[in-house]
């Protein structure tokens, strides 16, 4: 018998244009409906703008914008992820969200590094499950400033 | 004794009675032979060291019993107030001052404030006599009528049992016992004794206490309280049958001349319990004249900003009930609604001054600075407050403070001249730098003005064209004002000699932004040998504002009311163009516009372009600038709510608030609008 303890991981898994991503749940506050979103003017393109989240004033950013996919319509199954990190409390825009599961850790790889593709450094590593294929964000990455800031200063 | 618990409730009350000490001392220096203005100081000290001492802070409870010392020495006229005098006793609160900081700070309170007590004892000297006997006094209450040994302060139980015995006809005993130096058992020959002490009678108090007697913590000599029927010799022979016990001192011990002396020494000192305040006729005045205060209780800041939180939710919801009664139209929830406003509106006022502390918080220390800076400065500088009492927000006190110290400090050396060059100009040696608090509407005004040698404007263009804060062509198009504002452009100083205090060129400026990130405005004015002027206005409150509501296309906005002038809808026809700029005169003055849906790039929708242009004019300082609308919907009071740290340096953008329908509406900076 193994005597090491298999960690496993508490995900939330959401859909972004037929791919399965993952988050871990310490770092969801909770999955809200479409509401409406207030613009606001000279920000990054895929700051979709603020919502009242409670009496909280909520930054939303469109996660299809983020990773350079096609932006599309809401629909019915679009939901609002907040997440926390280090103080701030963001909304992500996804396709749908459905799923809590366990990723056991051992099944998580490196994200593939294929000669040709970009790469991106907001995916902390894929994980085979069954038959899915889910993809483990790196919230820190996603959310960096940085990358606000540098759109800004070209703007400017 | 865990104190931990009371560190907070210490530190607080600590440094009020340290800010304290340190206008009385100002006002000591100002008033020597005002018998007052010592008492007051007595008094902090006094509270001070008694704290300090319940706390086990040793260091801050011998400081401050030294100046109580001195202080009561000066109270008798035994020695005299003298300014190098006073210059060490404003060392000593210093010290007193880090200590407390030091312990606020999670330090253990401990220092070396060995050279202040030097000086300390020095001034004492003057007096030293007297206060040694009070040394004695206080560390022996018994010597005062015989010669025995310590027992130090009775309690009130204690007492009242020695007021009982002797009531009955026991009496009371004070004895000393000493064992031989070579007593090699001396737990068990006191244990021998005190079985003794039973025998006769009952042990109300020993010195060392028992338990540091059967520890054998103690030299060969150690005191107790005895009642006893028995006479004085009796009890004596008794005790010296114990062997080893080398001499044995009994005194009969008087309850009441004990508690007269200790009576005496309140009276004198006005140490300890408030047990016999008839007798202590200043204390009584005192505690009377306390009593007249108003009750306060000392809440947490943090749980009124909770409060707060809660109440702006409120705020918002009400906004939704308005609206959804008024869609209703039900009178019966309209009344209850209006009322539900008032009320509410009210809370709004409550909590909101609750919030509110008096801005000498943040006054009551610059004395104590601008004596200090005078010194340095070889200058002669008074402060005269006004307007101490005028409450700000405490958000607003917490930020205020440094640019005020900056204020001063330019004024204390810029301003300010040097005494022989003011006798020059048939001023007065002494320079006054006036700072002044008032209300009025919805703002709070501090002035700051110095009797100095105002601004030169010439050398500030100079220096301004020099430094390239603006080119010479342009100096020449400057008003007063306006030049007088360059000196808060970054890269500034006038100072021909830098000092420490201030003319590294990076100050004004700190200032000048300070102010303006809480909303507020400041203004200069001078006149050459007569003195400038520094006006700040500020918000009273940070986190509920008034402001006008503005349409963009289907976007809401709000421009907080306090940086508006007025509003108009001017005809499209009006508009000129200057340099490229759209350019309105409004007034006879000529004013830039802004066009919000351009800046904002607001997705157009099918609204044409209209004839008329609704515009609200809107001011930073002295400049303008017309911000241009699609419409104007209305006042309203809105609670101001951050972006959040992810969208923090957004663009003309202060904040948001939550608008009464739940949608978000962004508050507008027109700071940044105006260049």
Redesign the interface.
């Given at each position: 018998m193994n005597n090491e303890t298999i960690v496993d991981r508490k995900v939330i898994i959401f859909q972004l244009n037929d791919e399965e991503y993952a988050v871990s749940v310490q770092q969801v506050g909770s999955i809200e409906r479409i509401q409406p979103i207030t613009r606001v003017p000279q920000t990054a393109d895929f700051v979709k703008g603020v919502i009242n989240l409670r009496g909280v004033v909520t930054p939303i950013i469109d996660l299809r914008v983020r990773f350079g996919l096609k932006e599309t319509e809401f629909t019915e199954s679009s939901r609002i992820i907040i997440v926390y990190l280090d103080e701030m409390e963001v909304g992500l825009i996804v396709d749908a969200a459905n799923d809590v599961i366990d990723i056991p850790e051992d099944t998580i790889e490196p994200a593939p590094e294929v000669i040709g593709s970009v790469d991106v450094d907001y995916i902390d590593g894929v994980a085979k499950l069954d038959n899915r294929l889910l993809i483990l964000l790196n919230l820190q990455k996603v959310l960096t400033k940085e990358e606000i800031n540098e759109l800004k200063s070209v703007e400017g | 004794m865990d104190t931990t618990q009371y560190l907070d409730v210490f530190i607080d009350e600590s440094t009020e009675h340290l800010e304290e000490l340190y206008k009385q001392l100002l006002e000591l220096e100002k008033n020597p032979e005002d018998k007052t203005i010592i008492d007051e100081i007595f008094r902090a000290a006094h509270t001070l060291k008694g704290m300090s001492a319940t706390m086990g802070y040793t260091n801050v409870a011998n400081l401050t019993h030294k100046l109580e010392n001195i202080f009561d020495g000066i109270r008798y006229d035994k020695i005299a107030v003298q300014s190098d005098m006073i210059d060490i006793l404003f060392d000593a609160v210093d010290q007193l001052n880090a200590i407390v900081e030091d312990i606020g700070n999670g330090g253990d309170g401990k220092r070396d404030v060995s050279h202040i007590v030097t000086y300390l004892d020095k001034i004492e000297k003057g007096e030293k006599e007297k206060v040694n006997v009070k040394e004695s006094k206080k560390n022996e209450s018994g010597q005062a009528f015989n010669t025995l040994e310590t027992v130090k302060s009775l309690d009130q139980f204690e007492i009242s049992i020695l007021k009982e015995s002797s009531e009955r006809g026991f009496s009371n005993y004070e004895i000393s016992v000493h064992l031989s130096e070579d007593c090699l058992l001396k737990g068990a020959r006191v244990f021998m004794v005190f079985e003794v002490f039973e025998k006769l009678g009952e042990v109300i108090k020993s010195e060392p206490s028992v338990n540091e007697l059967e520890e054998e913590n103690f030299e060969n000599t150690f005191t107790v309280l005895l009642v006893s029927q028995l006479k004085e010799e009796e009890i004596k022979s008794k005790i010296m049958k114990v062997s080893e016990v080398d001499k044995v001192i009994i005194n009969y011990f008087s309850v009441d001349t004990y508690t007269q002396e200790q009576k005496d020494k309140e009276s004198a000192m006005e140490v300890q319990e408030e047990t016999e305040i008839p007798e202590k006729n200043k204390t009584e005045d005192k505690s009377t004249g306390k009593s007249t205060l108003s009750k306060t209780i000392r809440v947490n800041i943090d749980r009124l900003d909770v409060l707060m939180n809660l109440f702006?939710?409120l705020v918002?919801d009400r906004g939704r009930l308005e609206q959804i009664s008024m869609e209703l139209d039900n009178d019966d929830l309209q009344e209850t609604v209006e009322r539900m406003t008032r009320v509410s509106g009210d809370l709004q006022n409550i909590i909101l001054t609750m919030r509110m502390v008096p801005i000498d918080q943040v006054f009551n220390r610059f004395p104590r600075m601008i004596r200090q800076i005078a010194r340095d400065l070889n200058k002669i500088v008074e402060i005269d407050i006004i307007g101490a009492e005028t409450e700000l927000d405490r958000t607003v006190i917490d930020e205020i403070g440094d640019p005020l110290v900056h204020l001063i400090r330019n004024a204390m050396d810029h301003g300010i001249e040097l005494p022989q060059e003011r006798k020059a100009k048939g001023k007065p040696e002494k320079g006054t730098i006036t700072l002044e608090a008032y209300h009025s509407g919805n703002h709070v005004f501090i002035e700051i003005s110095d009797d100095g040698g105002g601004i030169n404007k010439r050398k500030v263009l100079e220096k301004a064209i020099t430094n390239e804060v603006i080119s010479s062509a342009y100096a020449e198009t400057l008003s007063d004002q306006q030049i007088y504002e360059l000196i808060m452009e970054s890269g500034f100083s006038t100072a021909d000699t830098i000092s420490d205090l201030s003319g590294r060129g990076v100050g004004l400026d700190v200032v000048k932004n300070t102010i303006e990130s809480l909303g507020g405005s400041i203004t200069i004015d001078a006149t050459i040998d007569e003195g400038s002027k520094f006006s700040i206005q500020l918000p009273l409150t940070l986190s509920i504002m008034s402001v006008l509501l503005v349409e963009l296309q289907n976007?809401k906005y709000a421009v907080p009311l306090s940086s508006i002038i007025e509003t108009s809808i001017i005809h499209k026809d009006r508009i000129m163009n200057a340099h490229n700029k759209s350019v309105i005169d409004f007034r006879g003055k000529v004013v830039p516009l802004a066009y919000l849906n351009k800046?904002?790039?607001?997705?157009q929708t099918n609204r044409e372009d209209q004839e008329y242009l609704s515009v609200v004019i809107v001011r930073k300082g002295d400049k303008m600038a017309g911000l241009v609308v699609d419409s104007l919907i209305g006042q309203q009071e809105v609670v101001l709510?951050?972006?959040?740290?992810?969208?923090s340096?957004?663009?003309?953008?202060s904040?948001?608030t939550?608008l009464g329908d739940?949608?978000?509406?962004?508050i507008i900076d027109s700071n940044a609008l105006i260049k």
């Open positions: - | 702006e939710e918002i976007e800046i904002f790039t607001v997705p709510k951050s972006l959040g740290d992810y969208l340096n957004t663009f003309a953008i904040g948001a939550i739940g949608e978000v509406a962004l």
